[in-house]
């Protein structure tokens, strides 16, 4: 498991660097102009131009504040946590992607179990909301909560995330990167606290229905607090991996 691991974020970090020099090479779309519906003339270079017409696509209307429905599923891996190596996640939400700001809320399930009581699942809801800059670079937060439910126990905490992420569009390619840090927030048991890598192709700003969504989480907590022990003294670290494919209605 600790070799699977280390190859999905590897091909995280790799894919991520790659389509970034290609997008230094060849130019970011510039948002400004996308919703305005004007074109991105070719430039002279020797590497694909970017274009913006009603048949490319690479980008879609970037005015629209009118909300989209999607859903997703696919396979968590972790470890490091005390759960099972592999749960599956499933979950739908809407999205508000334009020129000056994205908006996400959505909600998921995961039957993760846990390893001490081999039952459970892991509930989860999230809004998030970012401006963006005529560059494609997006920045700001929002807040999370998620709830661990097994037989024996029960575990919830709300935690506030802040971070920004980029839209890399060309005329036959588009990705989106982002990186949030997920604070402790109410969480007192484990503090849980790390940063998350998100990496989707296409991207969501793009006119694509089909997605697929990738999420890379290390994340540092604290032995579980009982009356007497508050558990600060033993830390450890852990590894999310999310592998899912999305449809956006």
């Avoid at 939400?93 to 998921?108: K, P, Q, T, W």
């Avoid at 920004?164 to 990167?177: H, P």
């Amino acid at each position: 498991m600790k070799r699977t691991l280390k190859l999905v974020i590897g091909l995280a970090g790799m894919t991520f660097f790659c389509s970034w020099c290609t997008g230094q090479q060849s130019g970011f779309a510039d948002y400004s102009s996308l919703s305005t519906g004007a074109n991105i003339q070719p430039v002279p270079s020797g590497s694909a131009a970017l274009v913006s017409s009603p048949q490319n696509g690479a980008t879609r209307d970037t005015g629209s504040f009118w909300p989209r429905a999607y859903a997703y599923g696919g396979l968590g891996l972790s470890h490091g946590a005390g759960y099972s190596p592999a749960a599956g996640i499933f979950g739908s939400g809407v999205d508000i992607d334009n020129s000056h700001f994205l908006f996400l809320a959505e909600g998921s399930i995961q039957n993760a179990h846990k390893l001490d009581s081999g039952t459970g699942a892991e509930y989860a809801l999230q809004a998030r909301s970012f401006a963006r800059a005529a560059d494609g670079w997006y920045f700001g937060g929002g807040a999370q909560w998620s709830k661990l439910s097994t037989s024996e126990y029960a575990k919830q905490a709300w935690r506030p995330t802040f971070g920004g992420g980029k839209d890399i569009m060309r005329e036959n390619f588009s990705m989106r990167a982002q990186a949030v840090y997920i604070l402790p927030g109410t969480d007192h048991l484990n503090a849980v606290q790390g940063p998350e890598i998100g990496l989707w192709l296409p991207s969501p700003a793009s006119k694509s229905h089909f997605f697929y969504r990738q999420t890379v989480g290390v994340y540092e907590f604290h032995q579980t607090s009982v009356p007497g022990n508050s558990g600060t003294n033993v830390r450890m670290a852990s590894t999310f991996v999310s592998l899912t494919a999305m449809y956006r209605f």
